[in-house]
């Protein structure tokens, strides 16, 4: 195209200089010229005639890679069972695993090493050992927990599991008696005790570090960082020997919520600084601009822009102090009765509710043990989704009764400010009409013109 | 002039404002320069006295300081009690058991001999275990989340790892017990046959004998260890994986222009940048490790020899023996419990800080996670 563009130049400049008309008519000419004629300008090349291959895949596997990888699995697996059955005296389901997945490595790096050179062959293999590693990783974790629930599915279906106590059921009774209701009253009511402890110091604390600042912040930074540190077991001992053996002489409740609240504290802190730290700055200063005092600034803008990490923030906490079994351990004692009363007497909660029954070498208690860790597991994985979907919206997203409600919240303001400014309007002018006799009165009422066109001027910018 | 008196009175009452000071102005008798300037000069005296820009607080911002100071005092306070509480209640025992508190391997502070040289090998011990199960895995996880698998898929293992770490430990302690006990000890005993010339990995009785009993390799700090190693593996992973996610696209993408293949990306570019997050990961994992109590006093069975050989049954820790002599303790009993108590504080407290300090400084931006 360029060679065109060249081309043209050139023969309109030679045909210039041929008719020897003036200089300035060549050059509009030349303007003219170019976009009369379509090779001149830029532009779109013709798709016609032209072929155009599939997309080429960029990412994924090719047939080869595909083909390697399964060719070496199920290469490495028969070699391995060749081993184990045939050729030594190897045994062991966990040794197969371990010799297969080394002749898988082996065969795969072979198979790769065919069609390419040393460097894919590395990235291939890690690419394998970093895929085997997070399966590895998944499994042993989801293994866990389905290990627990299958292990208490004897126990669950039976539903005085979940309405009775264990004060009449002993030992050896069977599955049909006695139920763990006291347990999750018990973890009901510490966690709530804890949280109404937890949730208002966390957080007032949280905005101190992020809005009020200095130095002392820096201080309780720093202490709040370190106490995160505190082993729960320590977090125990403490309230063990501050509370119970000096104060309240016996186990309660409520000194397993105290011992639940050092320990989430110091979680909800941390958490809640880093979702307030992430409120912008702009939305700081838009509300001092209006004039708002640094409470209302916290109480209208931060915390609701903050509101859903608040939220997860304090849910996460939950989630851990609910799963805490060494402080309550040291502190609430073990019941097999209900005890609705925090302040005296012992009061069990799930976690220490399996502890307890897991001891004991019965199997129907071991069934009933992993019963309740699976109720504790199934309340931790609720609270962790609730977490989720609440955190999951971000702050700047509303629903939409949230925009509806907002949209109205305006309207309303700008139906108050502009009757507001009607009313201040006509007061001006009842003034002004009062004081008419006065010889201030013109200028007055020019000057108040004046005013109104500023102001109008000024709103849009 | 105007304009300024305008702003300086907030415009709230322009007019009557104005009034006098525009009016000999507006007069145009001969006068009136002077009245004026007389007028002016008053007014600047008013104006340019030094307005003080320090904002008087309003009655409600007043309270709102005082409260969230308190909120701030209370919680240092409540802190501060944990450590002074812990560290004078610690003193008693401490002052009887001198230096030799960290060289006793016994615990019977009724007869004066206590020390925590046993539960504190037993401790480490069981973290370094830890460490080796749960390092590779996090790092090989994290780097798969972060540089291998396709977005859609992202979103939800971090969700899963997140999930993971929420898990309460006793659960872990159960599968532990009844599950990883039974099935790991034909591991231990083959570790212990073909690998008897690491010292660590024998399993001999006291008189030196090999024992290949299975009985052996019940209980011991291996099987712990690589149940708390799956316990700290998720917190790991999500440290890691923050850092590796901040390798600057840039520098990925030169890597890969310059014809490297991905694993020499993640080499040469994802690492030495997540290097601070995998130190610090590494460490807040080993933090954990050394303080999880309930999953260990279930799986170990307690002895109060310092025991190196990892594999043989009967090992201890700090937080075990605490959950374990807590009840039958008297005064004084107590105080020894503390100390071992702020012994291990202190070394999770040294592992905690460091590990942040490295993770901080390893970041380029202001913002910082937990």
């Given at each position: 195209m360029t060679i065109n563009i060249d081309r043209d130049q050139t023969e309109v400049l030679h045909g210039g200089s041929a008719a020897g008309v003036p200089a300035s008519e060549e050059v509009m000419r030349q303007e003219v010229a170019p976009r009369s004629i379509p090779n001149g300008s830029t532009m779109i090349p013709d798709r016609d005639g032209l072929e155009i291959g599939p997309r080429r895949k960029v990412h994924g596997s090719t047939l080869d890679d595909r083909f390697n990888l399964v060719g070496a699995l199920l290469a490495g697996g028969a070699l391995a069972s060749l081993l184990f059955g045939w050729f030594t005296p190897m045994t062991g389901g966990i040794g197969w695993v371990v010799i297969a997945f080394l002749s898988f490595l082996a065969l795969y790096a072979v198979l790769v090493a065919l069609r390419s050179d040393g460097q894919q062959v590395k990235d291939r293999l890690i690419t394998v050992l970093l895929c085997s590693a997070g399966i590895l990783l998944f499994a042993a974790l989801v293994f866990v927990v389905i290990y627990t629930v299958v292990r208490g599915s004897s126990a669950l279906p039976h539903l005085n599991f979940f309405t009775q106590t264990m004060k009449l059921a002993g030992p050896l009774d069977p599955l049909d008696m006695g139920g763990v209701l006291h347990a999750i009253v018990g973890t009901l009511i510490q966690i709530s005790i804890a949280l109404a402890i937890t949730i208002p110091l966390g957080i007032t604390t949280a905005v101190f570090l992020n809005e009020v600042g200095g130095r002392f912040a820096r201080l309780v930074r720093t202490v709040a960082d370190a106490m995160t540190a505190l082993p729960s077991i320590v977090a125990g001992l403490f309230v063990y020997a501050a509370v119970i053996s000096l104060i309240t002489h016996e186990r309660s409740g409520f000194a397993a919520s105290l011992a639940i609240t050092v320990m989430m504290l110091p979680i909800v802190i941390r958490a809640s600084d880093v979702v307030l730290r992430l409120v912008a700055g702009n939305l700081r200063e838009a509300s001092y601009a209006l004039g708002a005092t640094r409470w209302r600034m916290v109480w209208h803008v931060v915390l609701p822009t903050a509101r859903s990490g608040l939220v997860t923030a304090v849910i996460l906490g939950t989630a851990r102090g609910i799963g805490e079994t060494s402080p309550v351990l040291l502190t609430s004692g073990v019941t097999a009765e209900m005890n609705v009363n925090p302040f005296s007497g012992p009061m069990i909660s799930l976690p220490l509710q399996v502890f307890d029954f897991v001891k004991s070498p019965e199997p129907n208690m071991v069934a009933r043990g992993f019963g309740t860790a699976a109720v504790l597991i199934v309340l931790v994985l609720a609270l962790f989704a609730l977490a989720r979907v609440i955190g999951g919206q971000g702050s700047t997203q509303l629903s939409g009764r949230q925009q509806r409600a907002a949209a109205g919240a305006s309207a309303r303001d700008i139906h108050r400010i502009q009757t507001k400014a009607r009313d201040i309007e006509a007061a001006r002018r009842a003034a002004a009409d009062h004081t008419a006799?006065?010889?201030?009165h013109t200028t007055a009422e020019t000057s108040t013109d004046t005013d109104t066109d500023t102001s109008t001027k000024g709103t849009p910018s | 002039m105007k304009d300024a008196l305008d702003t300086a009175f907030g415009g709230a009452e322009p007019a009557t404002m104005l009034d006098t000071s525009e009016h000999p102005a507006a007069d145009g008798t001969p006068g009136s320069t002077a009245a004026g300037t007389a007028g002016s000069t008053a007014d600047d005296s008013d104006l340019y006295t030094r307005r003080s820009f320090a904002s008087r607080l309003s009655v409600a911002d007043t309270v709102f300081r005082s409260v969230s100071y308190s909120a701030g005092g209370i919680t240092v306070a409540i802190m501060l009690a944990v450590g002074l509480f812990l560290s004078l209640r610690a003193g008693d025992a401490l002052r009887v058991a001198g230096f030799s508190f960290l060289t006793e391997p016994a615990w019977s502070p009724e007869t004066q001999t206590f020390g925590i040289a046993a539960v504190l090998s037993g401790t480490i011990t069981i973290a370094l275990v830890a460490m080796c199960v749960s390092v590779p895995l996090a790092l090989g996880t994290s780097l798969l989340i972060s540089e291998i698998v396709p977005p859609r898929l992202k979103a939800t293992l971090v969700t899963l790892v997140d999930l993971m770490a929420a898990v309460p430990s006793v659960v872990f302690g159960l599968w532990g017990a009844f599950f990883l006990q039974a099935n790991v000890i034909p591991v231990a005993s083959w570790i212990s046959t073909y690998f008897a010339w690491i010292p660590i990995f024998q399993v001999t009785s006291a008189s030196g004998a090999r024992l290949t009993d299975?009985?052996?390799?019940?209980?011991s700090a291996f099987i712990a260890g690589i149940v708390v190693g799956l316990m700290v593996v998720p917190t790991q992973t999500s440290v890691m994986r923050e850092a590796f996610s901040q390798a600057p696209a840039g520098e990925r993408e030169a890597a890969l222009a310059l014809g490297s293949t991905r694993w020499g990306m993640i080499r040469e570019v994802v690492i030495p940048f997540g290097r601070g997050g995998i130190i610090g990961g590494t460490m807040l994992g080993l933090g954990r490790a050394l303080g999880e109590t309930i999953a260990v006093y279930m799986i170990i069975s307690p002895v109060f020899v310092i025991n190196w050989?990892?594999?043989k049954t009967g090992t201890n820790s700090v937080s075990a023996l605490i959950a374990l002599r807590y009840g039958e303790s008297s005064e004084f009993g107590l105080s020894a419990l503390m100390a071992a108590g702020l012994v291990l504080f202190v070394i999770t407290l040294a592992i905690n800080f460091t590990a942040s300090s490295v993770v901080a400084r390893s970041r380029s931006g202001a913002e910082s996670e937990a």
């Open positions: 006799s006065t010889s201030a | 299975a009985s052996a390799f019940t209980s050989e990892v594999l």
